[in-house]
């Protein structure tokens, strides 16, 4: 029995500690790719510095240049020595001075512009129709799930998607009709889906209500035997039977509300509902 | 003298008749001491909160568009015994926000600014996706990705994206539809590219190691091949002499070579020593009078006729006679 409990504990501990370690492994896999990605990133900056510069390369940037691409072929002696923290270590320092460079090469011609829906000058119609179109998907996946009726609209949608791509090919710009027809359709999808989901939703929300409402009750009993003020065992008792007949009600939100009074009551009086 | 080197095998374990006897109970009990037992179940127990901790992305995917965009996934385990949980996004200019529970729906959100907060009733696992446009900035034609993750990620780059900066180890990288994907671990991490013509990074390494293969493997080939021709040749070559050579070391010319240093021999004489240089060289002269069918008399004659030849020499053998083809022919010529 002694042998059993020791070897079943053993094998929990191994069975915990694994995982993690398998991670670790997988974190060193295939120390070639930072060769790769430095190597590709000095041939690009190089195609940069001859397209910039030509002959006449600064010299604050030939300084760091030199410095990544002795770093890049550091990194290859390295990692031929299997010496990865070395490896590493060369691979920080090129692409560090890579972006020094590119850095550098950027600052002298544009401010700094970050990314937003509104910024039309950065705008990528390919992109936004990209993103539009997986957003598409997903709903497609979600709504099948569901009693809607929406199959027609997802149709209309694609044909619409497919009338951009063409549109954007043949330099048109009469695609922001066209993406505001896609958007307005998809708001209505997503709330056909909500509404079909109602009552699933508020059959699940009811049940977990349920069997929170449960363990409160326990908790009270014991909380009774306990010798807990009654005023304050009355009180939450009171809001269990609140919370129940707002449920029946179907008034999520407001449950929700005295829910939460509850479980601050539940707190105060030394018992938590987070029950794990 | 006392040893100072304790053997394994004390005495003490010896029993009686000298017989080597272990008991597994005492090397258990050895190995395995009430401390350890302890420390393993701190170690367990330590272990089982930090494994049901919530909020942690299980998974995190990023694609960054050609503009920028980059569209979010993620998996994110949840308390279930709250009723709301509150997401915090990668930034506030996000759109096609969609949140799905594990009983499949699809979740109510509230959206302010860099926080999502997500009715979830119970749910243990949500799924979350979303686009957001403050990973990405520009300045000229570079373009640098900012992010502080809270877990490890994937990162899909844009088609033609060369990378020319970082600021983290890629864990893993793969090329996805002529797409560089690299995994990241969590922390921050900045990552600047360009557009180019010349990607997705290519696998040279691979490629290279590859080649190397077929190279080496094609010598390998090569070399075996030139071994198995050349041995082959070579024993074409030196068959005869070989053959010469092992008849010698039998003691035992060749059949050729006896019939060319004797042409003159009789036809049925051949026959004779064709069959003992088959029956490994000797053969009893009562062997042969049964194989030919010849009477003793004539098969005497026929034994002594070769003998005077110097083909063969006779040898006594249990009071038989022993026919044997003689070596060193030539010698005798």
Redesign the interface.
């Known amino acids: 029995m002694k042998?059993l409990a020791?070897f079943v504990?053993?094998v929990?501990?191994f069975g915990?500690?694994s995982p993690s370690l398998t991670n670790h492994a997988?974190?060193q896999?295939?120390p070639?790719?930072?060769?790769?990605?430095a190597?590709?990133?000095d041939?690009?900056?190089v195609?940069?510095l001859n397209g910039v510069y030509g002959d006449q390369i600064p010299n604050n940037i030939k300084i760091l240049y030199d410095k990544g691409y002795l770093a890049v072929k550091s990194l290859d002696q390295s990692l031929s020595k299997d010496d990865i923290e070395k490896a590493?270590q060369d691979?920080?320092l090129a692409?560090?001075s890579?972006?020094?460079?590119?850095?550098i090469?950027?600052?002298?011609?544009?401010?700094?512009?970050?990314?937003?829906?509104s910024d039309k000058s950065?705008?990528?119609l390919?992109?936004?129709i990209?993103?539009?179109e997986?957003?598409v998907k997903?709903?497609e996946i979600?709504s099948k799930?569901y009693n809607t009726d929406v199959e027609s609209d997802f149709i209309k949608i694609h044909d619409l998607i497919q009338e951009l791509r063409i549109q954007i090919n043949n330099g048109y710009v009469t695609y922001d009709d066209l993406i505001n027809e896609i958007k307005i359709i998809l708001d209505s999808i997503?709330n056909d889906?909500?509404e079909s989901?109602i009552k699933?939703?508020s059959d699940?929300?009811k049940?977990?209500?349920d069997?929170?409402l449960d363990r409160v009750d326990k908790q009270l009993t014991k909380a009774q035997d306990d010798n807990v003020d009654q005023i304050q065992i009355d009180k939450a008792t009171a809001l269990i039977l609140e919370i129940k007949e707002l449920l029946s009600k179907n008034q999520i939100n407001s449950a929700?509300v005295v829910?939460s009074e509850l479980k601050e009551l539940m707190k105060n009086i030394g018992y938590s509902?987070?029950?794990? | 003298m006392i040893s100072l080197i304790e053997p394994i095998q004390s005495k003490k374990s010896l029993g009686d008749d000298g017989i080597l006897f272990v008991r597994n109970d005492s090397i258990?009990d050895t190995m395995?001491k009430t401390t350890f037992?302890i420390a393993?179940?701190i170690?367990?127990a330590a272990?089982?909160p930090i494994?049901?901790s919530f909020s942690s992305p299980r998974d995190l995917d990023l694609i960054i568009?050609?503009?920028?965009?980059t569209?979010v996934s993620t998996e994110i385990d949840v308390?279930p015994?709250?009723?709301?949980y509150e997401l915090n996004l990668f930034g506030s200019?996000i759109?096609?926000l969609?949140v799905?529970g594990d009983?499949?729906?699809?979740l109510?959100v509230d959206v302010i600014d860099n926080s999502a907060l997500i009715q979830t009733?119970?749910l243990s696992v949500l799924t979350i996706?979303y686009?957001i446009?403050?990973l990405?900035?520009?300045?000229?034609?570079?373009w640098t990705f900012s992010l502080d993750s809270p877990s490890d990620f994937t990162l899909l780059l844009p088609k033609n994206s060369?990378?020319?900066?970082?600021?983290n180890?890629?864990?893993?990288?793969e090329i996805i539809n002529d797409q560089n994907q690299l995994t990241l671990?969590s922390g921050k991490t900045?990552i600047?590219y360009?557009f180019?013509t010349?990607?997705p990074?290519?696998?040279?390494?691979?490629e290279t190691d590859y080649f190397l293969y077929v190279i080496v493997g094609g010598i390998i080939v090569i070399i075996l091949i030139g071994i198995i021709i050349f041995v082959r040749n070579r024993q074409k070559n030196l068959n005869p002499i070989e053959q010469i050579q092992i008849n010698q070391k039998n003691n035992i010319l060749d059949i050729e070579t006896i019939f060319k240093l004797k042409p003159d021999l009789r036809e049925d004489d051949k026959e004779l020593v064709k069959f003992i240089f088959n029956n490994q060289g000797e053969a009893l002269e009562s062997e042969l009078r049964k194989k030919f069918l010849q009477p003793r008399t004539t098969m005497w004659r026929a034994v002594k006729r070769l003998e005077r030849e110097g083909v063969i020499e006779i040898e006594k053998k249990d009071l038989q006679n022993l026919v044997k083809l003689r070596k060193n022919m030539e010698g005798e010529e």
Request: net charge positive.
């Open positions: 042998k020791l504990i053993i929990l501990i915990t500690i997988y974190a896999n295939d070639n790719i930072l060769l790769r990605i190597t590709q990133a041939k690009q900056i195609n940069q590493k691979f920080l692409m560090n890579f972006m020094q460079i590119s850095r090469m950027a600052q002298s011609s544009e401010k700094v512009v970050v990314v937003t829906v950065n705008r990528n390919t992109s936004e990209d993103r539009l997986k957003y997903t709903l979600i799930k997503k889906i909500l989901a699933q939703k699940f929300i049940r977990f209500f069997r929170l929700k829910y509902i987070r029950i794990t | 258990f395995v037992l393993s179940m170690i367990v272990m089982l494994q049901s568009y050609q503009d920028g965009s569209h308390d015994f709250l009723t709301d200019a759109d096609n969609v799905v009983n499949e729906f699809l109510d009733f119970g996706e686009d446009h403050d990405v900035s520009k300045q000229g034609k570079l060369a990378i020319v900066g970082m600021t180890f890629p864990i893993d990288m671990s900045e600047d360009f180019s010349t990607n990074i290519s696998d040279t390494k691979t």
